[in-house]
């Protein structure tokens, strides 16, 4: 009948548009996996990772300074922003109703829509003016101040997917509010607001601009956390912009250890996601 | 707690001595904002009886027992008025500590709610934290004890560290009357507790009806009424937030005296 195959014409069009769009969608994701696989594999070796910069254009250096680095900045980011972020994102999930609440709330969507170059220069101004140099705690604390606003909104969203039969089964017990929030409700939550960690912490590692004006980068090793300091993002954009091809090969390299640590984040999420599933 | 009573709540009209009876509202009302959800109750619940709120959906039963472990006023825009009276003393009073009054009176829903983060004897013990400290050795005692009440012990007492979700409906309902029980409150609320589960379950939990009034005072709100004649004693029948009718279930239900609950019985409305 015509009718009938004019209709399943249609659908199957549209549903292979959908498709279509999906595979669009992860296209750039296997494109950009697929290019730093090619072109940076060759340059990982044993130096990269233990070795620091070499005079310009020398051989046998390697990335050792920016990668303990990044997990320096990346710790104290963690320090700065995962308690203030998680505190908050409870308070507004358990507490926010009020009009203190609405502006919290309110407060986090803008920050969380602000420019991180912006954060970066603020940051420079309150930390790094006044102390009179780059230093790896100024570039933390604008990583942290990056983290605190995605924190909060994803740890409200966890804390409140708990139903609210288990707060009342807790006040039923004698609970007090303190108590049910911290823990029955975020005991809960656990899971969820670990989650949420990760995410985040995967995307400011992956943060240049406001490293820019606070840690600045460093062509030594250094622990220093008053110095600047180097950092994987840095000291790609670095070496991507130098003249040297011995540079660039690193900057490669750099590159497919920064998206690698980054996707490593992402999926022991999720599978922190699943195994609390299943228990479930 | 409180300043002592000022005079002794009256007697029942079963006319049976005038002791004071385990709970009393004297003259209760319940708002929500602007509307009522009970008015003016007045009702006296003895100490080892099991008093059943039953009538038709919307009469106010679920916010009368709510009312009287003080969780009603955990809703925004709720307010109190009149008395309820625990052992003589109004726990309404100003001054009187809510957290404390819920630690006296135990509930449980129409849902079971284990805590999923805990292990079933962590469950059990979970009201415990929140009370006098017990030795380890007395913990355990305590969390047998309160599984045996709830007739879940044989089932369970294997398996006592795994999760609460692997247990059936019923038997995470026995679990939370055996969270309820652990602390040792002296009333014990239950929600419609049979709601949710099948004809087995509920079987059980009637029997653990029966075995809980020897040690504690039962009130439970039903919406089944032949539950309502099994496991009560005394029985109220509320319509449209106020109380029509209170008195022993047998007579309740054979010859009642009021016609709405006459109509309610029968089956003409509700």
């Keep these: 009948m015509h009718g009938r195959l004019a209709r399943r014409l249609v659908g199957s069009t549209m549903t292979g548009l959908t498709y279509g769009a999906a595979a669009l969608a992860i296209l750039p994701l296997a494109v ?16 990269f990772f233990t070795k620091a910069a070499v005079p310009f254009g020398e051989k046998g250096g390697g990335f050792s300074h920016a990668i303990v680095g990044t ?19 409870i308070f507004l999930a358990e507490f ?3 009009r203190l609440g609405f502006t ?38 604008a990583l942290g101040m990056i983290l605190v606003p995605i924190l909060a909104r994803t740890t409200e969203e966890m804390v409140r997917l708990v139903p609210n039969s288990l707060r009342e089964a807790a006040l ?29 912490v995967a995307r400011v590692a992956g943060e240049t601009a406001p490293l820019l004006f606070t840690a600045l980068g460093n062509q030594y090793f250094s622990t220093r956390l008053a110095g600047p300091m180097a ?11 130098g003249p040297y091809d011995e540079w660039h090969r690193q900057a490669w390299a750099g590159a497919l250890v920064l998206i690698v640590l980054v996707l490593a984040l992402s999926l022991f999420a999720r599978a922190v996601i699943r195994a609390k599933r299943q228990h479930a | 707690m409180t300043p002592p009573p000022a005079q002794p709540a009256p007697a029942s009209p079963a006319a049976a001595p005038a002791t004071v009876p385990r709970l009393a509202t004297e003259g209760l009302t319940a708002w929500y904002g602007t509307s ?15 008093t059943a709120l039953i009538g038709p959906s919307g009469c106010g039963k679920s916010t009368l027992l709510r009312s009287l472990n003080r969780m009603h006023e955990l809703v925004p825009g709720t307010r109190i008025g009149g008395r309820v009276l625990l052992d003589g003393y109004d726990i309404y009073e100003p001054g009187v500590n809510p957290v404390q009054v819920r630690r006296r009176i135990g509930m449980v829903f129409q849902r079971p709610t284990p805590f999923p983060t805990m292990s079933i004897a962590e469950n059990v013990a979970a009201g415990l934290a929140v009370g006098q400290r017990v030795s380890r050795g007395e913990r355990a005692e305590i969390i047998e004890h309160a599984l045996r009440r709830a007739a879940l012990w044989d089932e369970v007492k294997d398996r006592l560290g795994d999760s609460p979700l692997d247990l059936s409906g019923g038997q995470q309902q026995r679990l939370c009357v055996a969270r309820t029980v652990a602390p040792e409150p002296e009333v014990i609320l239950l929600d419609e507790p ?49 109380l029509i009718e209170v008195g022993p279930t047998t007579r309740m239900f054979t010859a009642p005296t009021k016609p709405q609950t006459e109509a309610y019985i029968t089956g003409r409305f509700g």
């Excluded at chain 1, 997990?71 to 994102?89: E, K, S, Y």
């Excluded at chain 2, 006296?44 to 099991?50: G, L, M, P, W």
């Design chain 1, 32 to 47: 950009i996996l697929a290019m730093l696989l090619v072109k940076g594999t060759g340059s990982i070796d044993w130096n």
């Design chain 1, 71 to 89: 997990l320096i900045v990346v710790g104290l980011a963690c320090a700065v922003g995962v308690p203030i972020g998680v505190a908050t994102g």
């Design chain 1, 96 to 98: 926010g109703g009020g």
């Design chain 1, 104 to 141: 919290v709330r309110f407060v986090a969507d803008v920050l969380n829509g602000v420019p991180s170059i912006v954060i970066g220069i603020f940051a420079w101004t309150w930390l790094v003016k006044p102390m009179g140099h780059f230093s790896a705690l100024a570039g933390g604390c």
């Design chain 1, 172 to 200: 039923a017990l004698g609970y007090p509010r303190w108590r049910t929030s911290l823990v029955v409700v975020v005991r809960t939550a656990a899971a969820g607001i670990v989650t949420g960690c990760l995410v985040a």
């Design chain 1, 231 to 241: 950092a994987l993002p840095l000291q790609i954009y670095v070496y991507a912009l």
């Design chain 2, 36 to 50: 009522t959800g009970v008015r003016d109750v007045t009702l006296a619940c003895r100490e080892n009886t099991v």
């Design chain 2, 194 to 242: 049979t709601a949710s589960l099948d004809p087995a379950g509920t079987a059980h939990i009637e029997e653990l009806v029966q075995e809980l009034k020897r040690e504690f005072t039962v009130v439970i709100v039903t919406h089944n009424m032949q539950q309502a004649a099994r496991v009560s004693d005394v029985t109220a029948f509320f319509y449209l937030g106020e």
